[in-house]
């Protein structure tokens, strides 16, 4: 488990490293374009383009780190009145079903990325190729799985313990 450890952490600051950057041509793509509307009157070609494209970059390193971190939300209004014990095996529970939903989420980025590799998908405006943007979000979906199936084991374990 050591080890995962340490591939997770360093997988997700690359991730989240790579999400900065990303953040910063979004930022950098967008105020540059409004400044070249309202003094040049001439908008940056591709503008939303190139932000959508970033963000996917963002959004995928930014998943699987909320949850490396359990920074997303939980709403503990019943689960608080429950024992310990069973509150752990709720969670394994819920856990399950969000890993179930998010592994069906990848099967369908991942087919989708294969077939936009296949026919060569590009964007309308810019003519950027998309399958590497939709493999980058499905990498980051398998980083969230992974992260999941460990907390359903931690919590799993939790619950077994007497």
Known sequence: MAFYSKLSRVIIRVLLVAGGFALMV???????????????????FGTIEIAGLAGVVVVAGAVGFAEREHRNIVVDTAANRLKPRTRALADA??????????AF????VFNNALRALTIREVTLTTGVFIAPFKFI???????????????????IRKGGKR
Not at 28 to 44: E, H, Q, W
Not at 93 to 102: E, H, I, M, Q
Not at 105 to 108: G, P, R
Not at 137 to 155: N, T, V, Y
Request: glycine share 8%; net charge positive.
């Open 26 to 44: 979004m930022m950098v793509i967008v105020v540059g374009n409004s400044i070249g509307r309202a003094l040049f009157r001439t908008p940056i």
């Open 93 to 102: 529970f819920t856990l399950f079903l969000s890993l179930g939903a998010v």
């Open 105 to 108: 989420l990848f099967w369908a």
């Open 137 to 155: 979000w499905a990498i980051g979906i398998i980083i969230l799985c992974l992260f999941l199936l460990q907390h359903m084991i931690e919590a």
